[in-house]
Every structure is written in C-alpha cells, then in structure tokens.
C-alpha cells in the first residue's frame, strides 16, 4: 500500500495540535499540567509513530496523492450543515453550559444524518453518561455551566 500525500497534512495537523496544547499546558498551575503534558507527549509519540510508518511505506511501496480517495463521496451540504451545527454547539454551549448543548448538538446533528432514534438514544446516552463519569465525577473538571444557569 502507497503513503498518500494527504497523510502528510493529517501529521502537520495533528503536530500544530501538540504545540497548541503544549503552550495551553504551560499556563496551567504546575501542579495541573501532569496528565495533560502526559497526554500530549503520547499524542506526540503516536503522530511520530505514524509518521515513521508513513516513511517507510513511501520507501518500500512508493507515494500516491490520495486526494480522490479521501474526498470520495464527499457532500458539500452536509459538511456546511454539520460546520454550522458545530458552531452553533460552542454559541449555545456560551449559553447553556457543556451537558445541556451537548445532548441538543448530539440530537440534532445525528437526526441531520439520519440516524435510526434507537441508535441515536444510545448514543447520546452513553456519551454524556460517559463524559460525566470521566470528566465530573473522575477527574473532578468543572464543566462550563453557561450563563443561563
């Protein structure tokens, strides 16, 4: 299998993702950057990890664009709807705080997409069960409450 030129962008991303969490990091209280700067030197390390894969597959096999695959049946509506949505998220989640706009964002984004309700129930569910238990309970993070509570 070829290494696609598109990889490259995909590694340049996530790389400027690094740096931009790393200097977020620096401006926390020392005692509060341990399981960020762990997270960010292992987001580092698998990006290098690819990296080096991406290498050694141009060497062995050789380079091909990769554009034709990655944008194949690509909707230009939906991805202008879902952008919109996403935008809308972080305004009502100004407003309404993280839980609140996330199950809204959730519900519409996946009736959008058509999702079947039963999937979409235990969809929303589990991610807000889940970013309850991880965030609020486990790590203790303060969600953003919004102004309207």
Do not use: H, W
């Amino acid at each position: 299998m070829k290494m696609q030129k598109t990889d490259i962008g995909v590694v340049a991303v996530m790389y400027a993702v690094c740096a931009l969490f790393y200097y977020m990091n620096t401006q926390l209280k020392k005692e509060s950057q341990t399981y960020p700067t762990f997270t960010i030197a292992l987001l580092f390390g698998l990006t290098t990890l690819y990296l080096v894969q991406m290498l050694f597959k141009a060497r062995k096999f050789g380079v091909e664009s990769g554009a034709d695959k990655v944008f194949a049946g690509f909707q230009v509506k939906q991805f202008f709807v879902c952008l919109a949505l996403v935008i809308g998220y972080l305004v009502l989640m100004y407003y309404l705080g993280f839980y609140v706009s996330t199950v809204a964002f959730m519900v519409v984004t996946l009736l959008f997409l058509r999702v079947p309700i039963p999937q979409l129930a235990l969809s929303v569910i589990s991610v807000t069960l889940l970013c309850y238990l991880a965030f609020s309970m486990f790590l203790g993070v303060k969600m953003p409450a919004g102004l309207l509570f």
